[in-house]
């Protein structure tokens, strides 16, 4: 897990940033899932795609990842991290245009601090919309935020797909499960274009 370490009000977090030579002030923030980590292929290839449009990418690793435990924290001192990383990497990059999200649990928790993070748009990778098998336990309020956010997700996903919205523009993947692994190239062209123009 090399990068830069940020202390946050729960222990250090990581982050890798990379910047391309053509870099335009677009700065994509990318989250992990709650089990995994930022190099889950999903993540990798948007990052792929996105720095070859001349945009940043930074990936976190939240603190309890980062302390080598594989349950989450609770809901506010992922915020609370994600914030703190946020605050860091702005003194580090000249950011025109923050784009957040992750996959996942990092997409859920990028939809809760996007307006207090000032971001400009989220990307949400593998949003889960509920619990495996709880539908009635549904998340879609987090993605109401009034940012322009792009949802993409397995269409055989076990925790649901979400609804488009005035602002939420949802991308189905036939076939794909909620891991996003048969086929990360195109998930990448989906996500590019959203964070870049």
């Not at 009000?9 to 992990?32: F, I, N």
């Not at 999903?42 to 302390?67: I, S």
């Not at 076990?158 to 919205?165: K, N, R």
């Not at 602002?167 to 959203?194: C, D, I, N, Q, R």
Request: hydrophobic fraction near 45%; glycine fraction near 14%.
């Amino acid at each position: 897990m090399a990068g830069q370490e940020v202390e946050t009000p729960h222990g250090p977090a990581r982050y890798s940033l990379d910047v391309p030579g053509t870099y335009s002030g677009t700065l994509l923030v990318l989250g992990h899932g709650a089990g995994g980590g930022v190099d889950a292929v999903d993540l990798v290839a948007v990052r792929d795609a996105v720095l070859g449009a001349g945009a940043a990418v930074a990936r976190v690793t939240q603190p309890y990842r980062v302390a080598g435990r594989r349950a989450p924290a609770p809901a506010n001192q992922l915020d609370a991290a994600w914030l703190a990383v946020l605050a860091d990497l702005r003194g580090r990059v000249p950011v025109r245009n923050l784009v957040v999200g992750g996959r996942s649990s990092g997409a859920r928790v990028a939809c809760r601090t996007a307006v207090a993070g000032g971001a400009a748009r989220i990307l949400a990778l593998a949003f889960p919309l509920h619990p495996p098998g709880k539908p009635e336990r549904s998340r879609a309020g987090e993605l109401d935020t009034g940012l322009p956010t792009l949802v993409i997700n397995g269409g055989a996903d076990p925790f649901g797909v979400p609804e488009p919205g005035p602002a939420v523009l949802v991308e189905v993947l036939p076939g794909e499960t909620h891991a996003l692994s048969k086929a990360p190239g195109a998930v990448a062209a989906l996500a590019a274009p959203f964070v870049t123009t």
